[in-house]
């Protein structure tokens, strides 16, 4: 859904989704009432145009009343010999000659509600057309206009004299006379095209060519995604803005000014119009992009049936399906169970309480720049002081922080094996120095380290802390919940390290934007509370459960991971490109298609660049038309989470709007020394 454009009155020009489909068949209805019922196009074409050729097709919203639309097909067109009626268009003809390869735009149908006409709509329209033309490099468009006035003066005039009054300017038609005025060449009039006596049956073959421009058509935006038609946040937004801060504590943080209306795929449509690449995906949430449409199927679906009668009340299928599904998927052939949670943080505490109910142990071992949430206990457990922890405690007792091996920041007079080594040793002396291996109930761990900077754990790291746990009754904890669900390539981010935990938590793009977690583990594990003693009041939400098992079913089809692998290989060839020509940029790193870079004022000295200089280059990339944000323990570093399902070529563009903004900032002294 690559076309959003806010006219000047507010009114919203997109493209036409499969929900549109009812509202206009009765716009259809008012706008021709007096065509052939037979003739008029029903919800079942709209659905179908949607689904054979969703480029062509166009809506006018007004809130989210549909005010206007058009609708077209490619074809090859012959000139010389106009075959079709409007009736065989109706009968199938539409959808049967739709040539996908077609070098002209043919467009069948343009109707404004009555109370909207005057105010530029169809010429709107027609902007969105001659875009979707030059996007598609066609020749143009063409089609069959009717001249809905003739009928009033047919009875005292021949059609053809009347057709060339209105061509010549002497008459003026309320439909011919607007398509002229955009740009539409007549070629010929076509009798007995359509059957509606406002116009006599008459309608007019009309041609606008792609060399011609069409007021409120751009040529730059209908070969790209971006479009910014104002700064970024423009008034709409800062109206917002200055809400948020008013109605929420100051605490409530943003990564950036965007604020959003719509959002589809890969696009977030703001409050004024622009149109941003999303490379920030909710902080990981949308593997599978903003609002695919079978997961807001099965949400509106699951909500006509019912809401929320309560895991802990009753059971219902969604729930006990999307548990058979994450016991059959994750790794490990062990038996497995589930529980379903709110969000990451609760699905952390119930891995943790499970963990110490098992083992009858108190002590849970994390990492240094580990991120797990910000309740009590996985604030405890969750590293970077300053930006998370100030001000907060004191903390939950029983928590234990080790170092972790980050391969970039490899101190001086070590290679990375040997840094390696050195990791692993000072883990091992930590079960003597710090805490007995019998007093353990857990270790958790981020195998790929998500605030931290996307840093991937050592694979011998992570071997070994598996094989600590194995040793010493130790619950192994994957935290999944930003890595996992398809971000780094595969559904979770162990199965790169041939590692199988004990117990694995998930959420995020679990749900697709949904609020829903997961903990999935060794069956004995999760069934050693007592009964009553985990479970929630929203957890397991039957929406949310069926946004997730549409979600895992878009993961676990065929190619899904297989494209998000390559798109992973076009952010490494991009951001190693910036690596080697500006040395601002640091480091670059990740796992598959889940990148960060890092940003520093020294290469040499690999000095962080202030977070002030960073934020900077976050603002610049969302000015561009990009929504990213920052990550990494100085916050120096930019995190990329498009969407897994995201065309190639908007990744390259979107990443190519990053580029510019980092470029301006490495080409700055005062950033740089900042």
Known sequence: ????????????????????????????????????????????????????????????????????????????????????????????????????????????????????????????????????????RLKGQ???????????????????????????????????????????????????????????????????????????????????????????????????????????????????????????????????????????GGIGMLAVGHSPAPVVRAIQTQAAKYVHPGSLVTTYEPYVRLAEILNEVTPGTFRKKTILANSGAEAVENAVKLSRKYTGRASII??????????????SLTSKYGLFKSGFGPFAPEVVRLPIPSLYRTPPGFGEDEYVDFGIRQLEHALVAQVDPSAVAAMIIEPVQGEAGFVPVPPRVLRRIRELCTGHGIVMIADEVQCGMGRTGRLLAVEHYDVVPDVIVMA?????????????????????????????????????????????????????????????????????DWKARWPIVGDVRGLGPMMAIELVRSRAGKEPLLPEATLRIVRDAVSNGVVVMRAGLFSNCIRLLPPLNMPEEMLREGLGAVGQAVESAALDPAVVSA
């Open 508 to 576: 995020k793009s679990l749900g697709a934007g949904m609020p829903i977690a997961a903990v999935t583990g060794r069956a004995e594990i999760m069934d050693s509370a007592h009964l009553g003693g985990i479970g929630s009041t929203y957890g397991g939400s039957p929406v949310a459960c069926a946004a997730a098992i549409e979600a895992l079913t878009i993961i676990l089809e065929p190619g899904f991971l297989a494209h998000a692998r390559r798109l992973g290989e076009v952010m490494r060839e991009l951001t190693e």
């Open 1 to 136: 859904m690559w076309y959003y454009r806010r006219l000047p009155d507010g009114l919203v020009v997109m493209q036409t989704r499969i929900e549109h489909a009812e509202p206009l068949e009765e716009l259809q209805r008012v706008c021709f009432p007096t065509l052939a019922d037979v003739e008029r196009f029903k919800a079942a074409h709209y659905r179908s145009h949607v689904q054979l050729f969703e480029d062509g097709q166009f809506v006018v919203i007004d809130g989210e009343r549909v005010v206007g639309a058009t609708t077209a097909i490619r074809l090859d067109f012959d000139f010389e010999h106009v075959h079709h009626t409007f009736a065989e268009i109706i009968q199938g003809g539409w959808l049967t000659s739709h040539q996908p390869a077609g070098s002209w735009l043919y467009g069948a149908d343009l109707c404004i509600a009555p109370e909207y006409r005057g105010r530029g709509l169809g010429t709107a329209l027609y902007a969105a057309r001659q875009e979707t033309v030059w996007r598609l």
């Open 366 to 379: 994390c990492f240094e720049g580990g991120y797990h949430g910000r309740t009590l206990l996985t604030l």
């Open 142 to 280: 063409v089609t069959a206009g009717m001249i809905r006035d003739y009928g009033a003066v047919k009875d005292r005039m021949p059609a053809d004299e009347y057709y060339r009054a209105v061509v010549e300017g002497r008459i003026r038609d309320s439909t011919l006379s607007m398509q002229l005025g955009v740009g539409f060449e007549p070629r010929a009039l076509l009798a007995n095209y359509l059957n509606d006596p406002s116009s006599g049956n008459y309608s007019v073959l009309l041609v606008l060519d792609a060399a011609r421009d069409v007021r409120g058509a751009s040529r730059k935006h209908a070969v790209s995604y971006i479009r910014v038609q104002t700064a970024i946040p423009g008034p709409r937004a800062r109206d917002v803005l200055a809400r948020r801060a008013a109605a929420t504590p100051a605490g409530f943080a943003r990564a950036t000014d965007v604020v959003v209306e719509r959002a589809d795929g890969g696009l977030v449509f703001d409050a004024d119009g622009n149109t941003l690449i999303d490379l920030a």
